[in-house]
Structures are given as C-alpha cells and as structure tokens.
C-alpha cells in the first residue's frame, strides 16, 4: 500500500504549528498493582501553519489524549508539545477547545458565554463586546444571544460553542469528535459550517475523529492512528479541491481516498 | 394559541396551567380543612377538637395576647423559633458547604470524614437533646448546636454530591478560555454546583424545624414548641394547633425563598 509510512512528518521549509515529538503518555491502572495503561508511546506529528488536519483512529488509540495534551489539561510523561514555537505547559486561551458536546456554561445567556473568556481575563472592553455580537451574527446566532443554552437547538449550541472559543483568536483549533453526538441533517449543516469558517480564517485544525467520510470531506491530511498504545498507522494527503461541499462525496477521487483510508483503518484495527 | 402539541395534547398557556395547579392544591387544602370541621362538629368536645373557625379565633387572639400570661404572644414566638432557625441553618448551611468543598476537592479529607459521617446519618438529632442539655445547659447553645447538628451532615453530602457532578470538560472549558484555576473553581465549578447544594439547604431547613421544635418542647421557656407543649398540658388544644398551622405557614414561606432563589440562579427552571 502506497503512503502507509511510520512517520507524520509534514514537508520541510514550511513553519509548524504544532510539533510534538517522542511524546509518551500512561495511565495509571485501575486496580493498584495493575499495569499502566500506555495511551502513546513515542508519538511524533507536526501540524503545518493553517493547515486543517485530522486524527483518525478507533475509541483508545490515543487520539483523545493527544488532543489533551495539545489543550495542556494532561501533561506528557516524556517528548516534547510545541504550539507555536512555546511548550505547552497547561491550558491557555491560544488553543481553542471544541468538545465532543457544545460544553457551554448552562446559567450564562449565549452572549455572556462567547463574553466569559475575555472577562475571565480581565480584557472585557467595547470593542470585545461589538465583537462578540458581530461573530455572534457571523455564526447565525445574532437573534439567540440573550437565549439561554437549553433554549436552543443542538446545531445553535455547537455554533454558541464556536464562537466562545474565536473570540479569543486562538492559534489552534482543537476539535475532540465534535459533532459525534449530532443528528445526520444537523451534522452535515455543521461540516459545512465549519469548512466555510476555516476556508475564511485558514486557523490551523486538529481535528479529531472517527468518521472516515468526515476525515477526507473536511482535512488537508489525515494521520491514521492505531493503539495501544497509540502510534501513525499512516499519513494520506487530500488533494481535493477547495473550497469544498457535501457535493464532493459524489465523486469518484473522494470515494477512491475514502477506501484506501478506511484500509488503512481496518488494516491496523486488526 | 389555541390548537395542540406535537404529541396531540390540547396546547394550554403557561399561565393556564399555573392557574389550574394553583386551582386544585387550593382545593386539597379546602378538603382537609372541611373534614376537621365536619369531625370537630360530630364529636363536640372543644379539647379533643375544636371547630375550624374556633381555632382561627384562638389563632388571631394570640397574635396580640401573650401566651403564658407573663410570656410572649404567638407572633413573638415564631419570631424566637424563626431567629433560632435563621442562625443555626446558616451557620449550619456555611460550615457544611466549606467542608463538602474541602472533600470535593481534597481526597485525604473525604476519606477521613465520610465514615464519620455514615456512622452519624442513622443517628436522630434528637437523640442528642438530653446530651446536650448536660453538657451546655439550657441556654440557646444547645438549640444551637442540636440545628448544627442535623443541618451540616446533610449540607455536605449534598455539596459533594453537587460537586463531583459537574462535568470535567465545563471546567476545563473555562481553563481553556483563559480562566486561571481559582477564577475557575468560583465561576464554574461552585457555581455549577449551586443548584444541588440550594436543594440540600431545603432539605436541611426541613430537618432544622423538627430540630428546633423539639428542643423547644423539652428544654425552653419561649418559642413555638413551648407554647405547642405548654398549650397542651393545659388542654388548650387550638392553641396547640395554633401553633402547628404557625410552624407549617413559616416553613412554606422560607421553602418559597429558597425555592426563589433557586429558579433566580438556574435558567433551566423558568
């Protein structure tokens, strides 16, 4: 097979946004004596400035992890992760987190929720107010910002969720299967979104899932993860045209990546 | 709006459904009220029970007639119960929530209290009256730590309970925003837990009144459970229920604040 290469390494004489080298990670046993659990042994990538990547790989290969440590809630056991050219050393409004539910704070209106990160900083001015409302109308959300989190619907809340996080400008958008949870229509609706803000804002993209079709519609590479402990089964570029749509999946080149990913997939699940 | 719901259900207004529940618990209470009087006109005997309207005279005389000859009037007792209250469930209320806090977030301090706390839970309060009474007399010390004494077990069990449910993502979401750990813990993390630790202060307030009343009825010399007890050694058996409707009307008005409080934080419940 073609591009089944143990390493992640981008192409040389580009600057990288991430770079995470010799990282390992484990988890202690449940029971006490148990083995540690070794979530990444070794594991090397580098993320390309602007570059929208995606983690692909089964529940436990680690991909979850690397995601937290990319956010700086767990630190690494041993390696190197580097955002930006600084060492991650714990969580910091430069890399946005998108979960796997929208995560917004149920007893803050949506714009009191886009507004908590700056006031937790002490930075809220005017101006980060204006701003707020105009993503908030950017994101379609510019007649729900006084509503209440449980007042919206699934797709508004993952939106809400979008914009607290831009508001900050972060450098790194770090997406843990966000849009797992979502009904097919309000999934699709959200892929789209999605490809139409970064196609704007070209914000560099980790973007963890499971979904090979989601992998190939919305990345620029996709690094195929086996575990455990969780290690680069293979890297495939996706040279498809941008911007791109839903309608791309019709065709023949996408259908042709989207096999030789899910081998790529099933090969190292066995 | 006329018309129905998605589920075929005549569609009412939320101020119809209010007036309706308002409408049949008005209607419960007519009910018990007209079995006493129906049962005290049967029986005849003002001792074993006085009509309704006899117990309402008794009721309004003694808001301005003190109860023994040399004591205090109705209103003046509740008003020494509501004070005994009011100290004891807010000191209680503010020493269980820094102790549940502390267990919540310390699992040194959660080990060596929860087993105190398991071995106390079978255990009435009232149990500890006579003990009290040797050890503190019977000054407002022992009315005080006997609240104490029901109010703060519950407090903690219910601020852990409150805080080990909320959510690790929310906090690290707010992390993740720019919020530095303590600005974090305050605004998220407590403030998620509000609503769980106001319904512990609602169940402790139940726990709080027997507390009080019972106290009161042993060892006291004002107070709504003296005149309850002083009234029925003398056969004055409408002050005594007097008395009881007293102690039920403050409940529900401090429960309706509470209550307030409650759907004032939470959205969700408007």
């Known amino acids: 097979?073609?591009?089944?290469?143990?390493?992640?390494?981008?192409?040389?004489?580009?600057?990288?946004?991430?770079?995470?080298?010799?990282?390992?990670?484990?988890?202690?046993?449940?029971?006490?004596?148990?083995?540690?659990?070794?979530?990444?042994?070794?594991?090397?990538?580098?993320?390309?400035?602007?570059?929208?990547?995606?983690?692909?790989?089964?529940?436990?290969c680690g991909k979850s992890t690397l995601l937290n440590l990319l956010a700086g809630f767990e630190t690494p056991d041993r390696g190197e992760v580097v955002v930006a050219g600084d060492r991650v050393s714990g969580p910091g409004p430069d890399r946005g987190v998108l979960f796997?539910?929208?995560?917004?704070f149920p007893w803050l209106t949506v714009l009191d929720n886009v507004l908590y990160g700056p006031r937790a900083r002490h930075e809220l001015t005017t101006e980060i107010r204006e701003r707020a409302v105009e993503l908030l109308e950017t994101v379609g959300l510019g007649s729900a910002m006084h509503a209440y989190p449980h007042e919206l619907s699934g797709g508004m809340r993952h939106r809400a969720a979008f914009a607290r996080v831009l508001i900050n400008k972060p450098r790194l958008l770090l997406m843990d299967e966000p849009f797992g949870a979502l009904?097919?229509?309000t999934r699709l609706a959200m892929q789209r979104f999605l490809l139409e803000l970064w196609e704007r804002d070209r914000t560099t993209i980790v973007f963890v899932t499971h979904d090979v079709e989601e992998a190939v519609l919305l990345g620029d590479r996709i690094c195929v993860m086996s575990g455990s402990p969780g290690q680069t089964r293979a890297v495939f570029p996706v040279d498809l045209p941008?911007?791109?749509?839903?309608?791309?999946?019709?065709?023949?080149?996408?259908?042709?990546?989207?096999?030789?990913?899910r081998e790529a997939l099933e090969e190292g699940h066995r | 709006m006329a018309g129905s719901d998605e589920l075929g259900r005549p569609r009412q207004r939320p101020s119809a459904v209010r007036l309706s529940r308002i409408g049949w618990g008005l209607g419960g209470i007519v009910l018990v009220l007209a079995a006493w009087e129906l049962f005290a006109r049967l029986k005849g005997?003002?001792?074993?029970?006085?009509?309704?309207?006899?117990?309402?005279r008794t009721f309004w005389d003694y808001l301005r007639t003190p109860y023994p000859a040399a004591g205090h009037t109705l209103w003046q007792h509740a008003l020494v119960s509501l004070a005994r209250i009011g100290v004891g469930w807010g000191a209680g209320v503010v020493i269980g929530v820094a102790i549940g806090g502390l267990m919540a977030s310390a699992s040194v301090v959660r080990y060596l209290i929860d087993p105190l706390i398991e071995l106390?839970?079978?255990?009435?309060?009232?149990?500890?009256?006579p003990l009290f009474i040797i050890w503190f007399g019977i000054g407002e010390t022992p009315k005080f730590v006997l609240i104490l004494v029901g109010v703060v077990p519950v407090m903690i069990i219910a601020t852990v309970t409150a805080l080990d449910a909320v959510p690790k993502e929310l906090?690290?979401?707010?992390?993740?925003?720019?919020?530095?750990?303590?600005?974090?813990?305050?605004?998220?993390?407590l403030r998620s837990a509000l609503p769980g630790i106001i319904t512990g202060a609602r169940l402790a307030m139940g726990g709080a009144?027997?507390?009080?009343?019972?106290?009161e009825l042993i060892a006291s010399t004002s107070g709504l459970g003296y005149l309850i007890n002083n009234a029925g050694v003398n056969l004055q058996t409408s002050l005594v229920l007097s008395g009881i409707v007293s102690i039920s009307l403050l409940g529900i008005v401090l429960d309706s604040l509470l209550r307030l409080l409650h759907r004032g934080i939470d959205p969700t419940r408007r």
Not at chain 2, 45 to 56: H, I, K
């Open chain 2, 209 to 215: 009144w027997t507390s009080i009343v019972a106290v």
């Open chain 2, 120 to 129: 106390s839970r079978p255990l009435p309060p009232l149990a500890f009256i």
């Open chain 1, 183 to 185: 009904d097919a229509i």
């Open chain 1, 1 to 60: 097979m073609r591009q089944v290469t143990a390493t992640a390494a981008p192409d040389t004489g580009t600057t990288a946004a991430v770079r995470i080298v010799g990282v390992e990670k484990a988890f202690a046993g449940r029971r006490r004596g148990a083995a540690a659990r070794r979530a990444l042994d070794g594991f090397d990538l580098e993320v390309r400035e602007g570059e929208f990547l995606c983690l692909l790989g089964p529940s436990g």
């Open chain 1, 242 to 261: 941008r911007p791109r749509d839903v309608a791309l999946t019709d065709t023949l080149a996408f259908a042709h990546l989207k096999r030789q990913v």
């Open chain 2, 171 to 189: 906090v690290q979401a707010s992390r993740s925003l720019g919020a530095s750990p303590l600005w974090s813990l305050l605004t998220v993390r």
């Open chain 2, 45 to 56: 005997d003002p001792v074993l029970m006085p009509t309704v309207p006899a117990t309402a």
């Open chain 1, 100 to 104: 796997q539910t929208p995560m917004l």
